[in-house]
Structure formats: C-alpha cells, structure tokens
C-alpha cells in the first residue's frame, strides 16, 4: 500500500469533509427546528392533532433515507408546479435536495426522541406546575421542555452521529462530500484501500469531536443529576463513620 497518494489528495479529501460537515451541521439545524413542534404535537392526547405528525413520523423512519432523497432529487422535478416556482432554482441543485431530505429524515427521527422524553417525564412534575398555577406554554416553557432537552441529548447524540454516516448517501445525486471525493480520487489512482482509510479516519475525527461536544453538553444540562449524587455519597460515608464511633463507644463501654 502506498499512502503517499493519501498525502497528494488531501486537500481534496478536506474539501470533501467540509462539505459533510455542512450537510450534518445545516440539516441538523433545521431538522431540529422542525422536530419541535412535530414532536409537542405528536405527544398530544388529541387524535386529531397527532395523527398527521404520526403519518409523517411513520413514513420518514419506515422507508429508506436512499429512497427519500431520490424521491426529492428526482421525483420533484417531475411536476411542472416545482419547475414553474419560486423554489426551483434551489430544488434543480443536489446541495438543497440532499439538505431538504436529510432534514425531514432526521426531524422525524428526533420528533420521536422529544415524544418519548415529553412522556417519561414524572407526572408529579406536571401536577405541580398545575399548582403553581402555570399555563400549559409556561409549563412547555420553564419545566417540561428543558427537562425533556437534558433527557434526549445521549439519544439524539446518536441520532446526529448516524446522521453523519448516512451523509455518505449524497454522493449517489452527484454531491462531492468526503465519500463522494473519496471515490472521484479513487477513480483517478486506483487506490481504494488507501483513500477509504483515509476517509474513515475522517469520518471517526467527526464523531469523535460530535460525542466530545455532546458529553460537554450532558454535564451542562444534567449538571444537577452530578450535583445530587455527591451529597448522597457524603451522607453515607458519614452514616458509616457515625455509625463505626458508636461501635466503638458501645465496645469502650
């Protein structure tokens, strides 16, 4: 193997992780924008109101993210409507398809992931925002949604890491990302073992420094899980030593 090739097209693979790190940074965005209130209206107790957000819940993770993004790279463009708008100068281009179809996939994904934290939140905590006499967007506002926030980040964490890897998929509609790169560079040196490597090693920097940030973010948010465990721990060491000098006093006596 010769990696020197791997050293000649390195710029070449940096321009293509610059431009994955745009795919995963604008789509997450946007999808977690979306998740919101997909998500708030999907964890209703109204069946009129979380039918829709289930419908679109169950088509994004029931059928392939390759599927999703052909269906908007290609499928749009067969309606004249989409080619007489406004929106098809940025519809034509693979950038804005592959951004717009890895955020519905990653929005319902994460609608998903805010639902189930929304419903595992004690109700007690529900009752006493009740009490206080909050109304359901001061209750949405102060208590439920940042606890929900703290509770889905090793979730969503996930989400956003296997979010990274299926970036890989906008190669097939033509869009140079690092896999993309990787194979035009392939294609000219006929060097695949070298060039993937390498791009894995690209790929595994990223979601390291994506879980470096994440953890930071869990101690943040979660900090008072942190502060409540300590005190706990104090309290049995000093039971323990409480209850080791009455030992002794009992044996002294």
């Known amino acids: 193997m010769d990696f020197s090739v791997v050293i000649d097209y390195f710029p070449r693979l940096m ?8 795919l995963v940074l604008v ?25 829709l957000p289930y419908s679109y819940i169950f088509f994004f ?8 993004l ?35 996939n990653t929005s319902a ?10 419903a595992s939140i004690p109700k007690g905590e529900i009752e006493a925002c009740r009490v206080l006499g909050m109304s359901k967007v001061q209750m949405y506002r102060r208590v439920l949604l940042p606890r929900a926030f703290g509770m889905i980040l090793p979730a969503y964490g996930n989400e956003v890491i296997l979010m990274l890897k299926s970036s890989a998929l906008a190669s ?19 060097t695949p073992i070298e060039i993937f490597l390498a791009a894995g090693a690209c790929y595994l920097v990223l979601s390291l420094i994506m879980m470096g940030g994440f953890r930071l973010l869990e101690k943040r948010f979660n900090a008072h899980l942190n502060a409540k465990r300590k005190p706990v721990a104090k309290k049995v060491n000093d039971s323990s030593e409480t209850g080791s000098v009455m030992t002794e006093k009992v044996t002294s006596y």
């Open 172 to 190: 097939t509609i033509t869009l140079l990302d690092l896999t993309g790169m990787a194979r035009t560079i392939i294609a000219r040196t006929y």
């Open 109 to 118: 994904y994460s609608a998903e992931i805010l639902r189930g934290a929304l």
């Open 15 to 22: 321009e293509g992780t610059w431009m994955t790190v745009q």
């Open 70 to 104: 052909f269906l908007v790279y290609y499928g749009l463009a067969q309606f004249e409507v989409v080619r007489e708008s406004v929106f098809w100068p940025y519809l034509r281009e693979p950038y804005w398809c592959a951004i717009i179809a890895f955020c519905l």
């Open 61 to 68: 993770r029931g059928t392939p993210l390759l599927v999703q």
């Open 27 to 51: 789509s997450g965005i946007l999808g977690a924008a979306l998740a919101l209130p997909i998500g708030l209206a999907r964890h209703s107790d109204k069946l009129w109101i979380k039918s």
